[in-house]
């Protein structure tokens, strides 16, 4: 088994993407730049998809004045050269067959993507688009943080 899979997968939409890049780094402590530490410690990897990272990439350029926003799709574009996956678009057959567990059809693209690559969570601010997905848990980052904390802690809790 290699460690790409007995490790941790997860997927980063595009908004979380987004806020990742537009994150004061390194003094911020944002939930998303804390699961990005954890994938730079090797704890979690993390995965989005062509997709994912050109939408993130456009709404950058879109709500940035010029200067920012350059500053931002250089950022974005070094951590997940240095620090993601990158996984193709699903094929139209997957991405149909998500259609049925998102309430905004451009949400099936991102969701078909996750579960292609094997990922168990799915990171994004819009969860409220993703409430009939079924096996895979779709968090935002803070929301992820904690659960994992709380799974550690009953991990190391003695009997």
């Not at 451009?106 to 292609?116: P, R, T, V, W």
């Amino acid at each position: 088994m290699s460690d790409y899979e007995s490790v941790l997968r997860v997927f980063w939409d595009a908004d979380s993407l987004f806020r990742l890049a537009s994150t004061k780094l390194p003094e911020e402590q944002s939930a998303a730049l804390t699961v990005l530490r954890l994938t730079v410690l090797n704890l979690l990897v993390s995965v989005t998809s062509v997709d994912a990272l050109e939408e993130a990439l456009r709404s950058l350029r879109e709500v940035y004045r010029k200067d920012k926003s350059r500053i931002f799709v250089r950022r974005l574009r070094r951590v997940v050269r240095q620090h993601f996956r990158v996984v193709p678009t699903p094929s139209s057959k997957r991405i149909q067959a998500a259609l049925s567990e998102v309430s905004d059809p451009a949400d099936a693209l991102i969701l078909s993507a996750a579960k292609e690559a094997n990922c168990l969570v799915l990171l994004t601010y819009n969860t409220r688009h993703f409430l009939r997905a079924e096996r895979i848990w779709v968090l935002t980052p803070r929301e992820f943080l904690e659960r994992l904390r709380k799974a550690l802690l009953k991990g190391f809790q003695v009997a």
